[in-house]
């Protein structure tokens, strides 16, 4: 069964760092892309980015360029999301999904993970 | 960058009744648009991909139409369960979008 399993959730203050992850279990972790997407609170769905595993290839939402790192350990079959500085505005729920090709759809999501920046 | 327009944004309906969704993009994206859908408190779930495959174990009533700017999900005979917020999604250019989703009260 393919499972995409989500940090818990975290309370952060303002210029913190923070790194989420997205771990992967019943397929080939390597050879699927992973996605990251944004959800603010009571909002639609933001593409941040992808990454490819297996290489390491990452593009970027120009939108969320610098402003985040998407990073992946294929040894341990686990994708990151990272902040430097955390601002209120990166408030909001952010789930990971798997892409079987770069131009496909994102057949399965994790849970979420909610992330609440407050000073 | 690609823009998603669904429509309608909001939607009341019946059980048994027929709901249509629409999204149109603002270039032409071929067949790379999927369907999700997304109940309260929950990630989001594939429906359709590439604009007409349905996605394994997704209910039959479930199905998707249309390529280049403009398409379609369809949501034959309507049950309970269907209240949810669907969203169309663009992978023919990066970055993908989404649509702005399309919330469905049920009465």
């Known amino acids: 069964e393919v499972q995409l399993v989500q940090s818990g959730a975290e309370v952060k203050k303002p210029g913190e760092s923070l790194k989420i992850s997205c771990k992967g279990s019943g397929y080939s972790f390597a050879n699927y892309w992973i996605a990251w997407v944004r959800q603010m609170p009571g909002k639609g769905l933001e593409w941040m980015g992808i990454?490819?595993?297996?290489?390491?290839?990452?593009r970027y939402n120009p939108s969320f360029q610098g402003q985040v790192t998407i990073s992946a350990d294929k040894s341990i079959s686990t994708a990151y999301l990272q902040w430097s500085s955390l601002k209120a505005s990166d408030t909001a729920m952010y789930y990971c999904?798997?892409?079987?090709?770069?131009?496909?759809?994102?057949?399965?999501w994790g849970q979420g993970t909610l992330v609440t920046v407050s000073s | 960058e690609i823009v998603l327009t669904q429509s309608p944004d909001f939607q009341s309906v019946t059980p048994k009744e027929k709901v249509t969704i629409t999204c149109r993009a603002s270039q032409s994206i071929g067949s790379s648009l999927h369907w999700y859908q997304q109940k309260p408190d929950q990630s989001p779930k594939l429906l359709i991909k590439y604009a007409s495959q349905s996605f394994s174990g997704v209910p039959s009533r479930f199905s998707g139409s249309g390529s280049g700017t403009d398409f379609t999900l369809t949501i034959n005979s309507l049950e309970a369960e269907d209240a949810a917020t669907y969203y169309c999604?663009?992978?023919?250019?990066?970055?993908?979008?989404f649509g702005q989703g399309t919330k469905l009260e049920i009465k």
């Open positions: 999604h663009q992978s023919s250019s990066l970055p993908d979008t």
């Open positions: 990454i490819y595993p297996g290489d390491s290839d990452t």
């Open positions: 999904a798997r892409h079987p090709y770069i131009t496909g759809g994102s057949d399965y």
